[in-house]
Structure formats: structure tokens, C-alpha cells
Nanobody, 123 residues
Framework: HVQLVESGGGSVQAGGSLRLSCAAS????????MGWYRQAPGNQPEGVAR????????SYADSVKGRFTMSRDSAKNAVYLQMTSLAPDDTAKYYC?????????????????WGQGTQVTVS
């Protein structure tokens, strides 16, 4: 049974930083495409960052490039999202996602395993 548990969200002032964590169980993070998505009220989920299974290479949405960094720790079976220079537009619920996909593009919310999410609020 695949389970993803996010943590690290909270409230922060504009320009601040947060680090989100996602602990995985039931599978190995290095064997699936891992992603971070976010959803603001009234909006569809949007991909923020993803990391390829076979080489750990990360890709980012244009809106977060240069500010967010996704990483993977296979020993801890976890992925992380380091967020810096946060802005009010980054306010959303952030979800950790694992999917058996090619990992060269974003995917829809009907695909993969999704965590419960962690709220990030930037004011």
C-alpha cells in the first residue's frame, strides 16, 4: 500500500523560505517519478517540480525556477521541496505525488498516488 505523508508547511512572510518533506512507504521513491503539485482555492492542481526515477534529475515549472529545489533521499525514502523567495502567489496546498509515468511532462490529478497535502501560506 503506497502512502505519502507531507510535512513542513506553514505561514511565512514574503521573501521567506520553507522546506517541505514527503515520507514515502509501500514503495521505493527512486523507482517512480516523484512530483510536487500545488492547488490554490478555485484552481486546478499544477505541477511545481518533478524528479526522474532513473537519474534523479529534477524539472520545474517556470513560475518556480530558480527559487524551488526538489531533492530525493533514497536512504530515507523521502523527497523534499526547498522553497525560497516565497511570494503570495505561492500560497496553496502542496501535494507530494508518486506516479509510474515517463516523468518528462506533468500529469493530471487522476494519475498516481497523492498525499494529503500540506498548506503553505505566504503573506
Amino acid at each position: 500500500h503506497v502512502q505519502l505523508v507531507e510535512s513542513g508547511g506553514g505561514s511565512v512572510q514574503a521573501g521567506g523560505s520553507l522546506r517541505l518533506s514527503c515520507a514515502a512507504s509501500g514503495y521505493t521513491v527512486s523507482r517512480l517519478c516523484m512530483g510536487w503539485y500545488r492547488q490554490a482555492p478555485g484552481n486546478q492542481p499544477e505541477g511545481v517540480a518533478r524528479i526522474r526515477a532513473y537519474d534523479g534529475r529534477a524539472s520545474y515549472a517556470d513560475s518556480v525556477k530558480g527559487r524551488f529545489t526538489m531533492s530525493r533521499d533514497s536512504a530515507k525514502n523521502a523527497v523534499y521541496l526547498q522553497m525560497t523567495s516565497l511570494a503570495p502567489d505561492d500560497t496553496a496546498k502542496y501535494y507530494c505525488v508518486a506516479a509510474n509515468v515517463v516523468c518528462d511532462r506533468w500529469w493530471g490529478p487522476e494519475i498516481g498516488y497523492w498525499g494529503q497535502g500540506t498548506q503553505v501560506t505566504v503573506s
